[in-house]
C-alpha cells in the first residue's frame, strides 16, 4: 500500500506505460507506412508506391505516389533533400494516357533544416519549389509535440506553408492513439485545413482500429469525414474501409489492399464501392539500424 501512495512510484508507472503507448504507436505506423513517418525522421527515408484502383463512377485507374527525404549526414542529419509527388491514371492500359498523368503531376521538391527535434517535439522548415503550371516557389514550417498519458499518446501538430501563387495554407491536426490489449491500436485523428484562395475551412474526422495478426501481416478499419469549404459544404463525403497489408519481402516491401465504400454529398451520398491494390517500397535508414 506504501507502494501505491508513493508518488514517485506513479510517475515510473506512467512513465512506463506511457513508453509503451509511444513504441507501439510507432511499430504500427512503421508497418502501415503511415504518412506522418515520413515527416518526422531525421534519416533517408525512401516511400515508393503503385498499384491499381477501381471505382464504381471513375473506372479503372494507376495510382502511383513517390515520397523521398534524404539525409545529408555531413551535415549532421539537420537537412534533407525532400520530394514528394503522386499522379493518378485514368486509363492504366494505355501507355499515353500515363504520360500525360505524369506529365500533369505538380510534384514538390524542397531542402529541409530541422530546426528541433527529440523524443517529444520537433520543428522543421522548408524552402522549396512546387514543379506545377506554372512553377512555385514555397516555404513551410511545421510543429510537432507529443503529450503521453497514461493510456493515451496525443500528438499536436501544427503546419503553415507560402506558396507565390497558391497563398497561405494552414493544417492543425490532434492525433489520439490507444492501446487496446496487445495487438489493437484505436486511433482518432481530427484535422482541420485553411487555405487562402478558398472559401472556409476543410474539417476531417478519421476513426481507425488497426490489429497485428503477426509481424508480417496485419489490418486496418477505418472510416472517415471530410467537409470542404466549411460551413456552406457541398462536397462533403464519408467514407468506411478495410485494408490488409502484408510484408512480402524482407523488410521493405508489402502488398496493400483496401476496398472500401464513399458516400459523396455530391450524389445525395450513394453508396459507391471501390478497391485499390497497391505494392510498396518502403527504405527507412532509422528502422534499418534497429535489430
Not at 504518412?35 to 502511383?64: I, V
Request: some cysteine.
Amino acid at each position: 500500500m506504501n507502494r501505491l501512495s508513493d508518488p514517485g512510484q506513479w510517475d515510473i508507472w506512467q512513465g512506463s506505460a506511457s513508453t509503451g503507448m509511444l513504441d507501439a504507436a510507432d511499430r504500427v505506423d512503421s508497418f502501415f507506412g503511415d504518412e506522418r513517418l515520413d515527416d518526422e525522421n531525421r534519416y533517408t527515408r525512401l516511400r515508393l508506391g503503385m498499384g491499381l484502383g477501381w471505382h464504381k463512377n471513375d473506372g479503372a485507374s494507376l495510382l502511383t505516389e513517390v515520397r523521398l527525404r534524404l539525409s545529408l549526414p555531413q551535415l549532421k542529419n539537420r537537412f534533407q533533400i525532400v520530394v514528394d509527388d503522386s499522379f493518378e491514371a485514368d486509363e492504366p492500359d494505355k501507355g499515353s494516357v500515363i504520360a500525360e498523368a505524369a506529365k500533369d503531376s505538380e510534384p514538390d521538391a524542397a531542402l529541409r533544416y530541422i530546426l528541433k527535434h527529440d523524443e517529444r517535439r520537433r520543428l522543421t522548415s522548408d524552402l522549396g519549389v512546387r514543379l506545377s503550371s506554372p512553377s512555385q516557389v514555397f516555404g513551410r514550417l511545421r510543429g510537432r509535440i507529443i503529450l503521453p498519458f497514461p493510456i493515451w499518446e496525443l500528438r499536436l501538430s501544427q503546419s503553415a506553408a507560402w506558396f507565390t501563387d497558391d497563398g497561405v495554407t494552414e493544417t492543425s491536426e490532434l492525433r489520439w492513439s490507444r492501446l487496446l490489449w496487445t495487438d489493437w491500436l484505436f486511433r482518432a485523428i481530427s484535422r482541420v485545413t485553411w487555405e487562402e484562395n478558398n472559401n472556409g475551412v476543410t474539417p476531417a474526422q478519421s476513426f481507425s482500429l488497426f490489429r497485428e495478426l503477426t509481424t508480417h501481416r496485419g489490418y486496418r478499419l477505418g472510416a472517415s469525414g471530410e467537409w470542404p469549404e466549411t460551413p456552406h459544404a457541398h462536397e462533403a463525403k464519408y467514407t468506411t474501409e478495410f485494408t490488409y497489408r502484408q510484408l512480402l519481402h524482407s523488410r521493405w516491401l508489402f502488398l496493400e489492399i483496401t476496398p472500401g465504400l464513399e458516400f459523396p454529398q455530391q450524389r445525395d451520398y450513394e453508396c459507391t464501392p471501390y478497391i485499390n491494390f497497391k505494392i510498396e517500397i518502403v527504405f527507412d535508414e532509422d528502422r534499418e539500424k534497429t535489430p
